[in-house]
């Protein structure tokens, strides 16, 4: 009768039916009143409330004994799974088979990037990049959706706690700092197929160089240098002409439509090669480099002007 | 120099693990979150000894410096940065802001 009982109860505690926040909210809130009832009533309510807490004490004990058994299942799951992987650069893994022996092979002849990942990403696979970028559009307009308070009535504006760019060290570290960041971050978009690095890569270090902007001089100004609007034609331009190229690439790929491609290889190494990699990168740069941008202004700021 | 590369290898293998167990067990959140970033940064040298300086690269731009950045906004907006700290703080620099203006 017992055990039923508790089964019943953890059951219920399992689906959820049984609050124990609420329990001890409620808790709370009687123990105030108790006080001024009758010695009889206070003493009932004690024999109640003490059966209570011993339950609550049970349901907290089984939460983290079940938490503890949980995660030492889940370790060891990941841990046995850990044994099943191929050694690190091994010769014999699935992953070494004709696809990768034609990529290493031709890949530098075929897409005429000496930078191979970058050949496969934006030339063999570039419709999965195509897809990334626009995974990185949705989740701007995801965090613009939850994030965006233009409609509500203006709330306190969390004023800046310290001012940056009055800081003499942040200032003149910021100075230097800044246009580094940002060129290295558009040299890295623009060698993107002839060293590592590439779209997402120099994306990801202009933006955090225009964050670092944002921090050091105020969001005012560098809304001043990166406006919404701007934000907003850069990203659609982006994504509209990686569309279009990669269409143009797909449509003169196939060989028995008879139209060939006018954009060449070139040779591997020279900065003007590679077909459609370089434009390719600066597009997925110039989409990350938005995300992380009105990311970090919509976090800060709830809106983007 | 061959013989340092085990031994740096297992260095950072082992800072890594502890950077990760921190992170789950650090109490205030300000702490958990540079701990996070600090696992970022071992994580991008640990990228370019397994020969992906592509990844090291994106690793430290987004795991060290735009997660952290968001991370500690989420923060501000949940005001779980330590409030009267911050109010010190104003109060200095608008102090210091005087004292610049009557200069």
């Known amino acids: 009768m017992m055990k039923n009982k508790f089964s019943e109860k953890f059951s219920a505690w399992l689906s959820g039916e049984v609050d124990l926040t609420e329990k001890i909210a409620e808790e709370k809130r009687t123990e105030a009143p108790s006080r001024i009832s009758k010695k009889e009533e206070a003493e009932e309510t004690k024999i109640i409330r003490s059966l209570e807490k011993k339950e609550i004490k049970l349901s907290f004990k089984e939460y983290k004994v079940l938490s503890v058994v949980f995660c030492v299942i889940l370790i060891g799951i990941l841990t046995a799974t850990v044994y099943f992987l191929p050694t690190f650069a091994s010769s014999d893994v699935p992953a070494v088979n004709e696809v990768y022996e034609h990529y290493v092979a031709q890949g530098r002849d075929e897409t005429g990037a000496v930078n191979t990942v970058a050949g496969m990403i934006l030339d063999y696979r570039a419709f999965d990049t195509l897809g990334e970028s626009f995974v990185l559009f949705t989740a701007t307009c995801a965090v613009l959706i939850l994030m965006d308070d233009k409609h509500k009535k203006p709330k306190k504006e969390m004023h800046e706690t310290v001012n940056y760019s009055r800081d003499p060290i942040v200032k003149s570290m910021a100075a230097i700092l800044i246009p580094l960041i940002l060129v290295f971050g558009a040299y890295i978009l623009v060698n993107g197929h002839l060293s590592p690095g590439g779209g997402f890569s120099g994306g990801a270090i202009l933006g955090a160089g225009f964050i670092l902007y944002a921090m050091v001089y105020g969001d005012e100004q560098a809304l001043k240098v990166l406006s919404e609007r701007k934000i907003k034609v850069v990203t659609i331009c982006s994504l509209s002409f990686y569309c279009l190229a990669k269409s143009y690439s797909f449509f003169t790929g196939n060989e028995f439509n008879g139209v060939h491609s006018v954009i060449s290889a070139g040779t591997p190494g020279d900065i003007l090669s590679g077909g459609l990699i370089m434009p390719l990168n600066i597009a997925v740069g110039l989409v990350v480099c938005c995300t992380m941008y009105s990311f970090y202004m919509l976090f800060k700021r709830g809106r983007m002007n | ?103």
């Open chain 2, 1 to 103: 120099m061959e013989l340092l590369i085990p031994i740096f290898r297992m260095i950072l293998l082992i800072s890594l693990l502890v950077c990760a167990v921190a992170t789950a067990l650090s109490k205030k959140p300000m702490t958990m979150i540079i701990i996070f970033t600090a696992y970022s940064i071992i994580m991008s040298v640990v990228w370019v000894l397994l020969r992906s300086p592509d990844l090291a690269i994106t690793e430290a731009a987004v795991g060290a410096g735009v997660t952290g950045v968001l991370f500690f906004l989420t923060l501000r907006k949940l005001h779980l940065i330590d409030k009267d700290k911050e109010e010190e703080l104003r109060a200095a620099n608008e102090s210091k802001e005087e004292k610049n203006d009557e200069k």
